[in-house]
């Protein structure tokens, strides 16, 4: 008799949502131990798991799927286990795309960028006047430009008609990135209409033949 030993240990996993996940485990002993697999937290997705030819099978993972799993194998002559991780990831979803804007000169812009996904994406910003190689983080600013500690708002202080152009927004995570833009035009306030009298009577002077003055 010999006990359960490994001939092949699952490595641990990082997937895309979407995608067949099979964790492989190989195992030999006399006699013939069986292999049953389970979650380190006791969240086995039942009714999708399988397991065939002593591997789990995960088909159309999700962000839920992701953990610890464990592959056990027992016989008369003993027992063995070993633990795999698996991380599921999500590509990033733009759910707030920025809107183009017109603002007057002077006063102040918000630009909106929403990215969701798993893990959480972490959102960056290029301004019209950076070359493509600057970008503004989270809680970072340039000039009259700030981004919130979130990423997800870049604000523009008292724009300016140089401030005019594109803005672009990325939303960057291990499951992939996401982009976004927007294209803000600041317009020169400009001084209100004057209306000119023309040739117009006074107003209440005397109509028909006028009065001279004594």
């Known amino acids: 008799m010999t006990p359960p030993w490994f001939e092949e240990r ?35 997705p039942i009714g999708r798991a399988t397991v065939e030819e002593q591997r789990l099978v995960l088909p159309e993972v999700t962000a839920t799927d992701s953990g610890v799993y464990v592959c056990e194998a027992e016989s008369e ?43 959480h994406p972490m959102v960056v910003w290029r301004l019209p006047t950076l070359d493509r190689t600057a970008l503004l983080a989270p809680g970072q600013s340039s000039g009259r430009a700030s981004v919130s500690e979130e990423g997800h708002t870049l604000e523009l202080r008292q724009a300016a008609t140089e401030d005019s152009g594109t803005y672009y927004c990325w939303g960057v995570s291990s499951g992939g990135g996401v982009s976004g833009w927007a294209e803000v035009v600041v317009v020169l306030a400009l001084p209100p209409p004057v209306v000119g009298r023309g040739s117009s009577r006074p107003e209440g002077g005397p109509r028909g033949h006028g009065h001279l003055p004594l």
């Open 10 to 44: 699952p490595a641990n996993v990082t997937a895309a949502s979407g995608v067949v996940v099979e964790l492989a485990c190989r195992v030999q002993g006399s006699p013939s131990p069986v292999v049953t697999w389970r979650r380190l937290d006791g969240k086995m």
């Open 77 to 119: 002559a003993g027992r063995a286990s070993t633990k795999v991780t698996l991380t599921v990831v999500d590509a990033p979803e733009l759910t707030q795309r920025p809107q183009h804007l017109q603002v007057m000169a002077g006063e102040d812009a918000r630009i909106s960028c929403r990215v969701e996904g798993e893990p």
